[in-house]
């Protein structure tokens, strides 16, 4: 029978426990994880494919939360492998169970606009105190301004974003909904269109350039980029966070865009693996091939297209094939949607669609530019629910 527990860290102090938030140090994996917590290793090797692959999203630095009894004995943790999901530790009755649930958060609308004092840095997270959201305004406006060299002082600036907020604090990347950036007396736009995650202009032209349509030649597609799959039978999510491509044994495997290899080797189970780093805070990875690419290594600059690795069945993998994710400042992205984005802008029913939400947001920029700059427009509250643990 399946149990959901309420995890409340707010009152835990009534039953004697201890919650910490701890970080996850770099070198740390979590198998030397599972043994400083006596907890056994059979934990991970009785874990199937898709959960084995799982523990190998856990980011150094990552924040978790662990729950403890007077004993200092771990009775509960929470890793987050990504702004979407997270690991479940859980000790029932002295045995523990390894899950993946979700991470429900409040979802909070907020707008702000401010003229440009010092930076986009230090202003916006004066203002809001949220400095990722700096780094993501500047992402999305990286192929149209640079804010170093285009913006004068006194230069206004229109956010329409969503925050995530997780236990009391500011969670994950903002999501920015619209954007203007006044230069040099002329407004430059930047509206999400939700249908393939691009941002576009008010005339429904991209921001940013395409990544390569595939990474292989392939024959089929055997599993797709999911962030909640409910199992059927078992009925539990497990995320799956990449496009599994089926081909050749040993067909190229090419690299979407220019990029920067930040690792070449094996990756648990994901075998032999190629990491790339992309401008604008994305990545993409390449995983249980068969070999590497020539002259792939780390630290080595690659163009779009170059061969990073060879398609195979390393790690711990069924048949061969191609794993492939993206990441964007380590969340991931679905590489379907991603790659959808067109050089030449949205055409036909995709405009008039884009072109109707756009206008609206585009108004609303509009409207709330020239308001005063320490006011941040709390919107709406958006969603709301406790974290849980779900276990059989």
Known sequence: MR?????????????????????????????TYLEKNNIPQSLYYNLNEDDQDVVHMIFAGTYYHELRDEKQTLLHTLIPISEEMQISIYNNNGTYEFNVIPIDYELVRESVTFKLQSSILYDLKKITGNSKLAIELASVFNDRV??????????EISIIYERKVR???TWGTPNIKAAVVEVNKRKKYAIFNPEDEGYYDENAKPLKGMFLKHPIQYRRISSRFTH????????IYRPHYGVDYVARYGTPIKSVADGRVVMAGRKG????????????????????MSGYGRGIKRGRKIKQGKIVGFLGNSGLSTGAHLHFSMYKNHRPFNPAR??????G????????????SAKVLQAELDKIMGVSPDKVVRIASLTWAKEHITTN
């Open 3 to 31: 149990l959901v527990l309420i995890f409340l860290f707010s009152f835990i102090s009534l039953w004697s426990l201890e919650s910490q938030e701890m970080w996850w140090k770099r070198g740390t994996t979590f198998l």
């Open 146 to 155: 640079d804010f170093r060299q285009d913006l004068r002082k006194d230069d």
């Open 167 to 169: 236990l009391g604090k």
């Open 228 to 235: 909640r799959r409910l199992h059927p039978i078992l009925k």
């Open 269 to 288: 189970g994901y075998g032999r693996t190629v990491i790339v780093q992309h401008k604008n805070g994305w990545r993409s990875l390449y995983a249980h």
């Open 338 to 343: 991603i790659k959808s984005v067109k050089k």
């Open 345 to 356: 802008g949205l055409r036909g029913k995709a405009k008039v669609t884009y072109l109707a």
